[in-house]
């Protein structure tokens, strides 16, 4: 391959690798944009945790205003523990990517040769010719934060552009988790009791697994009906318990 043709291929690497993600043809769902782990976590959570708790307590005797506010209780304190769980966890993720998007600043400034090497033997191991790995590693390099960028990318799979937000994530959780929550607490405030509450958190369980299937590869009704098991059996286990407990503490 003459000069000129190595120039041209480079430079056809480069453009290609900086044409934005609409001019393909296939589009791909955003999946680091750090809202749906909280958001799912947080409504099945507080479905199933509340719901158990709910069972729990009406299975220890309890009347329905002691469900009721236990219930209320238990949406308030666990929409705001998910909240601070998801904020502190999401924000130490970003401060300790920022700590090693800076290290990787401090290389590039004190070692620039080296580092440059060092991506072009990333393009090596993928298969790239090595004389023209090292030209597109050179070319890439002339910009500090260009080359920044593809090393952090290449080195620490980082997008430095789409860290995830704390507050995104925390928000989420607290929303998502209150009305999971809410939904077995929603018969006693109508004044129904267990059974109802009951019936409707299974149905919830359900299609809250069906509409998570819609972002993944399972089907439906698998989706579905795992989460229907799943959250089924902590409400029985939770009703046997309360149950066991309030007839020995009766």
């Given at each position: 391959?003459?000069?000129?043709?190595?120039?041209?291929?480079?430079?056809?690497?480069?453009?290609?690798?900086?044409?934005?993600?609409?001019?393909?043809?296939?589009?791909?769902?955003?999946?680091?944009?750090?809202?749906?782990?909280?958001a799912?976590?947080?409504?099945?959570?507080?479905?199933?945790?509340?719901?158990?708790?709910?069972?729990?307590?009406?299975?220890?005797?309890?009347?329905r205003?002691?469900?009721?506010?236990?219930?209320?209780?238990?949406?308030?304190a666990?929409?705001?523990?998910?909240?601070?769980?998801?904020?502190?966890?999401?924000?130490?993720?970003?401060?300790?990517?920022?700590?090693?998007?800076?290290?990787?600043?401090?290389?590039?400034?004190?070692?620039?040769?080296?580092?440059?090497?060092?991506?072009?033997?990333?393009?090596?191991?993928?298969?790239?010719?090595?004389?023209?790995?090292?030209?597109?590693?050179?070319?890439?390099?002339?910009?500090?934060?260009?080359?920044?960028?593809?090393?952090?990318?290449?080195?620490?799979?980082?997008?430095?552009d789409?860290?995830?937000?704390?507050v995104?994530?925390?928000?989420?959780?607290?929303?998502?988790?209150?009305?999971?929550?809410?939904?077995?607490?929603?018969?006693?405030?109508?004044?129904?009791?267990l059974?109802l509450?009951?019936?409707?958190?299974?149905?919830?369980?359900?299609?809250?697994?069906?509409?998570?299937?819609?972002?993944?590869?399972?089907?439906?009704?698998?989706?579905?009906?795992?989460?229907?098991?799943?959250?089924?059996?902590?409400?029985?286990?939770?009703?046997?318990?309360?149950?066991?407990?309030?007839?020995?503490?009766?």
């Amino acid at each position: 391959m003459s000069g000129a043709q190595s120039e041209q291929v480079v430079q056809q690497v480069v453009v290609s690798s900086a044409q934005p993600m609409a001019e393909v043809d296939h589009h791909h769902r955003d999946v680091t944009g750090g809202w749906l782990r909280p958001a799912v976590f947080g409504a099945m959570d507080g479905l199933v945790s509340n719901s158990a708790l709910v069972a729990g307590v009406a299975g220890g005797s309890g009347g329905r205003h002691t469900v009721l506010v236990a219930g209320l209780a238990g949406l308030v304190a666990g929409a705001i523990s998910m909240a601070a769980g998801e904020y502190t966890s999401v924000a130490s993720q970003a401060e300790l990517a920022t700590a090693e998007i800076e290290a990787e600043r401090q290389e590039l400034l004190a070692h620039p040769g080296p580092e440059q090497e060092e991506l072009a033997r990333i393009y090596m191991a993928r298969g790239v010719d090595p004389d023209l790995a090292r030209q597109v590693a050179a070319q890439l390099s002339r910009d500090p934060e260009s080359a920044l960028e593809v090393h952090v990318r290449e080195e620490l799979g980082i997008d430095p552009d789409e860290l995830p937000s704390p507050v995104v994530a925390a928000g989420s959780s607290f929303g998502f988790f209150a009305v999971g929550a809410a939904v077995p607490v929603l018969p006693y405030v109508l004044g129904a009791g267990l059974l109802l509450s009951v019936l409707v958190t299974l149905l919830a369980l359900f299609l809250g697994g069906a509409v998570v299937s819609r972002v993944t590869a399972r089907p439906w009704w698998f989706s579905g009906g795992r989460q229907l098991v799943l959250g089924g059996l902590a409400l029985a286990v939770t009703w046997v318990v309360g149950n066991a407990v309030g007839g020995v503490a009766g």
